[in-house]
């Protein structure tokens, strides 16, 4: 049954203007990526990418939100983060409630209560990395449904419908991602496949409210992955993503992946490196000209304890904080550093209270919004290249921002 609202922007539980200043305005065009800065020393660039839902500055962290929440944090908790778009997982929301629920609850945003831009990827690598595939073939592929057995069948077709049922302001293809590592025959013919299915998923897509960007891939083979770029550019879509990293290959080889494939994306589309959300791997892809990252890390580790500070990894539990009533990130803005002492977060994570799990998801959301945010500002201010470089080197560059 249809529930009659009222619009979306006098419905949403907050209205806390997106970070940056940006409101919800209607956009002339409905996206549009404007590039207002650029290093003049690498391809670091920053810029708007504007959408029905709101406008996103790049470059920028984007929370993964996979069931249609960002797990222990609330719609208003996230618009404080700074968080701009955020993901959610067609994959799961197919299977648990089911699109024809978000649909009738008017969408993904009415859904979960984010008034802000949303994302949702295609389901193609959950298919292909949680398993259970019965059949994988041109056509699509077909597994057993992890919750009760049933047999599901995801073509780009498929993929397509759900994600205009789920209605986000981003929907991706449905691509193949192979393993790491796989052989060169095998990622050439998920690269095919890759790309016969992204025609389709063009021909099927007819929401223009929502954009569809295209995915290269291509493993770590460079003859592949600049076909991939360029098959996947030539369809001239709103925006264009690089996947198939960060699935466990070596991090030398993600970052030989970025400096490849960054120079081959159309300069004037949105350029997302999907799955990546540490800051030096951040740092580096920026500096190739990515503008948009995702990554569930923040919020899996804030969860089991462990807080990202100063470009470490802090485990909560440790004995060291019970006397430590100092800010866990006296730099840091959000709710646990300024309300809160590591002594506190400490004891919240020792006795596993469900606060303890939200405060550090908020500071690790935050640590890497801002990390992305100041990148911005210092490809305004011409900055980049010196402060964010040393990151390259991997040394302790977290005083630059
Ligand atoms: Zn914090």
Same mark, same amino acid.
């Given at each position: 049954?249809?529930?009659?609202?009222?619009?979306?922007?006098?419905?949403?539980?907050?209205?806390?203007?997106?970070?940056?200043?940006?409101?919800?305005?209607?956009?002339?065009?409905?996206?549009?990526?404007?590039?207002?800065?650029?290093?003049?020393?690498?391809?670091?660039?920053?810029?708007?990418?504007?959408?029905?839902?709101?406008?996103?500055?790049?470059?920028?962290?984007?929370?993964?939100?996979?069931?249609?929440?960002?797990?222990?944090?609330?719609?208003?908790?996230?618009?404080?983060?700074?968080?701009?778009?955020?993901?959610?997982?067609?994959?799961?929301?197919?299977?648990?409630?089911?699109?024809?629920?978000?649909?009738?609850?008017?969408?993904?945003?009415?859904?979960?209560?984010?008034?802000?831009?949303?994302?949702?990827?295609?389901?193609?690598?959950?298919?292909?990395?949680?398993? @259970?595939?019965?059949?994988?073939?041109?056509?699509?592929?077909?597994?057993?449904?992890?919750?009760?057995?049933?047999?599901?069948?995801?073509?780009?077709?498929?993929?397509?419908?759900?994600?205009?049922?789920?209605?986000?302001?981003?929907?991706?293809?449905?691509?193949?991602?192979?393993?790491?590592?796989?052989?060169?025959?095998?990622?050439?013919?998920?690269?095919?496949?890759?790309?016969?299915?992204?025609?389709?998923?063009?021909?099927?897509?007819?929401?223009?409210?929502?954009?569809?960007?295209?995915?290269?891939?291509?493993?770590?083979?460079?003859?592949?992955?600049?076909?991939?770029?360029?098959?996947?550019?030539?369809?001239?879509?709103?925006?264009?993503?690089?996947?198939?990293?960060?699935?466990?290959?070596?991090?030398?080889?993600?970052?030989?992946?970025?400096?490849?494939? @960054?120079?081959?994306?159309?300069?004037?589309?949105?350029?997302?490196?999907?799955?990546?959300?540490?800051?030096?791997?951040?740092?580096?892809?920026?500096?190739?000209?990515?503008?948009?990252?995702?990554?569930?890390?923040?919020?899996?580790?804030?969860?089991?304890?462990?807080?990202?500070?100063?470009?470490?990894?802090?485990?909560?539990?440790?004995?060291?904080?019970?006397?430590?009533?100092?800010?866990?990130?006296?730099?840091?803005?959000?709710?646990?550093?300024?309300?809160?002492?590591?002594?506190?977060?400490?004891?919240?994570?020792?006795?596993?209270?469900?606060?303890?799990?939200?405060?550090?998801?908020?500071?690790?959301?935050?640590?890497?919004?801002?990390?992305?945010?100041?990148?911005?500002?210092?490809?305004?201010? @011409?900055?980049?290249?010196?402060?964010?470089?040393?990151?390259?080197?991997?040394?302790?560059?977290?005083?630059?921002?």
């Amino acid at each position: 049954m249809l529930i009659q609202r009222a619009p979306l922007s006098s419905s949403g539980p907050t209205q806390t203007p997106l970070f940056g200043g940006e409101t919800a305005e209607p956009a002339p065009a409905p996206f549009r990526f404007e590039i207002s800065a650029r290093s003049n020393r690498n391809r670091a660039r920053c810029g708007c990418f504007h959408t029905p839902h709101g406008v996103v500055t790049t470059p920028r962290f984007m929370p993964v939100g996979t069931l249609a929440t960002v797990k222990g944090v609330s719609a208003a908790q996230l618009a404080d983060t700074g968080a701009q778009m955020v993901l959610a997982n067609t994959y799961h929301l197919h299977l648990q409630p089911g699109e024809a629920v978000v649909a009738e609850a008017g969408g993904l945003h009415r859904f979960m209560g984010w008034t802000g831009p949303l994302l949702t990827d295609s389901g193609g690598f959950q298919v292909f990395s949680l398993g @259970g595939i019965n059949k994988i073939d041109d056509q699509g592929v077909v597994f057993r449904s992890p919750r009760d057995g049933a047999r599901i069948e995801l073509t780009p077709e498929r993929a397509m419908e759900i994600q205009m049922a789920l209605g986000a302001d981003v929907a991706m293809a449905f691509d193949q991602c192979p393993p790491y590592p796989a052989s060169e025959a095998d990622v050439a013919a998920a690269c095919r496949r890759t790309h016969g299915w992204l025609e389709r998923c063009i021909s099927r897509h007819s929401r223009p409210d929502q954009a569809l960007f295209g995915i290269v891939q291509g493993g770590c083979f460079p003859h592949l992955r600049a076909e991939s770029a360029r098959v996947v550019a030539s369809m001239n879509l709103p925006g264009i993503a690089v996947g198939g990293v960060s699935v466990g290959e070596p991090v030398e080889e993600m970052h030989r992946i970025v400096r490849q494939v @960054g120079p081959l994306l159309p300069e004037d589309k949105p350029h997302y490196l999907m799955g990546v959300g540490s800051l030096r791997e951040m740092a580096i892809a920026v500096a190739e000209g990515f503008d948009l990252f995702d990554c569930v890390l923040p919020t899996r580790l804030g969860r089991h304890g462990t807080a990202l500070v100063n470009g470490e990894r802090w485990n909560l539990r440790n004995a060291r904080f019970r006397h430590d009533h100092t800010p866990l990130d006296p730099s840091c803005a959000c709710p646990a550093c300024r309300h809160h002492s590591r002594a506190y977060l400490h004891h919240l994570i020792r006795t596993e209270e469900l606060l303890g799990r939200t405060l550090l998801s908020l500071h690790n959301l935050t640590h890497l919004i801002r990390f992305t945010t100041a990148m911005g500002r210092a490809i305004a201010d @011409g900055s980049f290249a010196e402060d964010f470089a040393p990151w390259e080197a991997n040394s302790a560059a977290a005083h630059t921002w």
